[in-house]
């Protein structure tokens, strides 16, 4: 009997995400400038569903480099079968991260938008992988020549408090 993948986007794509989480970070100290310098800290996060399940939103903590406050906000479109994700934190009040927009094929979501980095336009990719395990990951990738080549710059790996 063969496995049904899904292959089309839904309201339901987050779910898993859904509750508290630790946070292993690992990230670029310097992005675009051919550094592989790498911090890791640690973080926590909480997500909750919003709109009656058609979005979601997360906060981030973590005491790293004096510390921030993260929250992502994600909304689905039905009638386009896509997401849509934004980011604000507390060390640039005031504003939300252009979004980035895309859909899963399995249990892997893939999400791009355009943004500005150090004055030059870039192109920012979300890759979420592993959903339908116990210990999903995240990564952040930027690309400064129009999507040919990316560089991962921030990876999150997370896991459930006390192996929930």
């Known amino acids: 009997?063969?496995?049904?993948?899904?292959?089309?986007?839904?309201?339901?794509?987050?779910?898993?995400w859904m509750?508290?989480?630790?946070?292993?970070?690992?990230?670029?100290?310097?992005r675009l400038a051919g550094s592989d310098d790498?911090?890791?800290f640690e973080a926590t996060v909480v997500a909750r569903p919003l709109l009656d399940g058609l979005g979601n939103?997360?906060?981030?903590?973590?005491?790293?480099?004096?510390?921030?406050?993260?929250?992502?906000?994600?909304?689905?479109?039905?009638e386009l079968r896509r997401w849509s994700i934004y980011w604000a934190d507390s060390r640039r009040p005031g504003e939300l991260d252009p979004p980035v927009f895309g859909r899963f094929s399995?249990?892997?979501?893939?999400?791009?938008?355009?943004?500005?980095?150090?004055?030059?336009?870039?192109?920012?990719?979300?890759t979420w992988s592993g959903v339908t395990t116990s210990t999903p990951r995240w990564e952040q990738a930027f690309s400064d020549d129009g999507?040919?080549?990316?560089?991962?710059?921030?990876?999150m790996d997370f896991?459930?408090?006390?192996?929930?």
């Open 106 to 126: 399995g249990d892997v979501g893939v999400f791009e938008g355009e943004d500005i980095h150090r004055g030059r336009p870039i192109l920012v990719r979300f």
């Open 57 to 78: 939103e997360d906060e981030f903590r973590t005491d790293h480099d004096g510390g921030f406050v993260g929250m992502s906000f994600r909304f689905f479109d039905p």
């Open 1 to 16: 009997m063969s496995q049904t993948v899904q292959i089309e986007s839904t309201a339901r794509d987050f779910d898993f």
């Open 159 to 164: 896991r459930r408090p006390g192996g929930e």
């Open 147 to 155: 999507g040919r080549t990316w560089e991962t710059n921030w990876v």
């Open 38 to 40: 790498w911090e890791e």
């Open 19 to 30: 509750g508290s989480w630790e946070v292993g970070n690992r990230r670029l100290r310097r």
